[in-house]
Structure formats: structure tokens, C-alpha cells
């Protein structure tokens, strides 16, 4: 086959991949091209894909070992969510469809925050994939920010500010900023419970750093009094979260979006709940956070 032809979006960051039937096995030469653009455009955009699951575990394998789908994914009625019995420790389901009253997916159709996946783990998976199968003709758009970019633009003053910091990723909250079952609010952003990461990280393989915020609900930096500790996230978080970092996908039938979970935060809009959404996700197992 012909090399894979990549297409920067123009964009803070992102590039579309064309030239390649993801339903069938790629040769290695293939695959080094991609991750190569990987690593440079941080999210892939491969447009026009039709993909079962092995097809979709197959490759997301070549960017390392397949995470498994979290509990909360598990719970949903996966028997009417198209993912095939050896698939369903590995393919998590994201969609608004509901099934004798019951979700086969989660996420729901409402506004999700800033965010990174997992990152309230002591390992945040290193990558993310999500696959569309059905879309809804408006809303639900993904966005994406460029944490390096993020980071390398980051006023001298607030530059310092972070050296050397960690900070709590709060495992409480969901996506959408809402308490999981089981956790409590917690008052005291101190006795938040989650993982503690540096605030700034390095890629293992660029080794370029970048900021790793997590979630805003519920961080705390570790060493400061909470009031510095909320002053310092709130003015680190509104640099971060500017548009100039900004890139948008608006989902398509048979897209497929690969990004980088260790220097990319993405959101995602709110959409009609009548219109359908459904999206099959696979993640990569990460490795321990680099501090930078």
C-alpha cells in the first residue's frame, strides 16, 4: 500500500490521515508513519472508516497494550450495544441511546468540561480512540487543547509558579463535573481523593513538557494554602483553556479520532437527546507521569 498521506487541520493542533482502510492490517512502515504524526499532531483524524470491534482492538494494539473498559462503562446494557462478546473487556460505549429504558452507553448527551481522561489514576491511559458509528446532523462537536502549546506560552510569572508543583486529580467527579456513586463532596480540596500528578509533565517520546491539569472541580496543589492553591488552578486553567489552543471536530459517520491523553484535554458540546449518538472507545494502558 501507499504511505499515509497527512493533512495538518491548520489548526493548534490535529491532523487528518488519508490513504488508509483501517479494517485491514497495516504494515509496520504504515504504522511508523502514523505515529510519527502522532506524536507531532498530537490528535489523528482517520474519516471514512468502516470498522468492527477486533478491527478497532487491532489498531489501537499498535499503540501499546488495550486498557480495560472501567466498571462504570461495564454496568451499562451492553447486550444492545453492537460491541461483540470478545470485545466487551475492551470496547467502552459512549452514546445517548437508551434500550427498554435502559443506557447501553455512557456520557449521555449534555456538555462535558475540560478534561483528562483517567488522569485521577496513578497510570492515566496514554491514549484514547473513539470511533462513530451514529451521529446526531448538529451538536456533540469534541474539542481538543494543546497542553504544550499551553504550557510554552505561559506567562514568566505563572511559568514559575508551577515549577515543581503537583496537584490532585479529583476521582469523584465525572466528566460533566457530576459526583460519581459512591463518593461524597468533599468540603476540604485537600482531602480530595485521586492520584497526585505533576502539574507539568514531559512526553516520553517527544520529551517536549506540557501542562497536565486533569479536572478543575476539586484540584489542589499540593504544598500551597487553598486559597493560593485555587488562585494559581484558576489562572493556570484560563490560560490553558483559551481557543488559540483550540481545535473542534464535528463528528461524521465512520470518523475515528486517536489523541494523545498525556498532552491533550478535550470537551465536548451538548446535543438534542432525541438525536442519536453512538461511539465505540478504546483506551491504551499509560505509563507513570513523567515530571518535567
Known amino acids: ?78 447486550a444492545h450495544s453492537g460491541v461483540v462478546p470478545e470485545a466487551a473487556e475492551w470496547v467502552a460505549v459512549i452514546a445517548n441511546v437508551k434500550k427498554d429504558g435502559k443506557a447501553i452507553g455512557g456520557l449521555g448527551s449534555y456538555e462535558l468540561v475540560w478534561h483528562t481522561d483517567m488522569s485521577y489514576n496513578p497510570l492515566p491511559p496514554r491514549a484514547s ?62 482531602q480530595t481523593p485521586g492520584a497526585v500528578h505533576p502539574l507539568v509533565r514531559r512526553h516520553p517520546v517527544t520529551l517536549r513538557k506540557a ?11 499540593h504544598g500551597l494554602p487553598v486559597a493560593d492553591s485555587e488562585a494559581l488552578l484558576d489562572a493556570v486553567w484560563a490560560h490553558a483553556t483559551q481557543e488559540r489552543f483550540a481545535w473542534y471536530q464535528k463528528w461524521r459517520a465512520g470518523d475515528l479520532l486517536l489523541w494523545d491523553n498525556r498532552s491533550v484535554m478535550h470537551r465536548r458540546d451538548a446535543f438534542d437527546e432525541s438525536q442519536r449518538r453512538l461511539m465505540h472507545r478504546t483506551q491504551i494502558v499509560g505509563e507513570p507521569v513523567l515530571a518535567a
Open 211 to 221: 501542562l497536565f491539569l486533569g479536572r478543575r472541580p476539586g484540584a489542589y496543589i
Open 129 to 190: 480512540l473513539l470511533y462513530a458509528l451514529e451521529v446526531p446532523p448538529d451538536g456533540g462537536n469534541t474539542g481538543f487543547l494543546n497542553m504544550h502549546t499551553a504550557y510554552e506560552t505561559l506567562p514568566a510569572d505563572l511559568k514559575r509558579a508551577v515549577e515543581g508543583k503537583s496537584c490532585i486529580h479529583d476521582s469523584s467527579r465525572n466528566s460533566a463535573g457530576e459526583l460519581r456513586q459512591g463518593f461524597q463532596r468533599t468540603l476540604d480540596v485537600r
Open 1 to 78: 500500500m501507499t504511505a499515509p498521506r497527512i493533512q495538518p487541520t491548520g489548526g493548534a493542533l490535529a491532523a487528518d490521515v488519508h490513504g488508509v482502510d483501517l479494517s485491514q492490517p497495516l504494515s509496520e512502515a504504515a504504522f511508523a508513519s502514523i505515529r510519527n504524526a502522532w506524536a507531532q499532531h498530537l490528535v489523528l483524524r482517520f474519516s471514512g472508516q468502516k470498522l468492527d470491534d477486533p478491527a478497532l482492538m487491532r489498531f489501537s494494539a499498535g499503540f501499546g497494550e488495550l486498557d480495560r473498559v472501567p466498571i462504570a462503562a461495564a454496568s451499562h446494557d451492553r
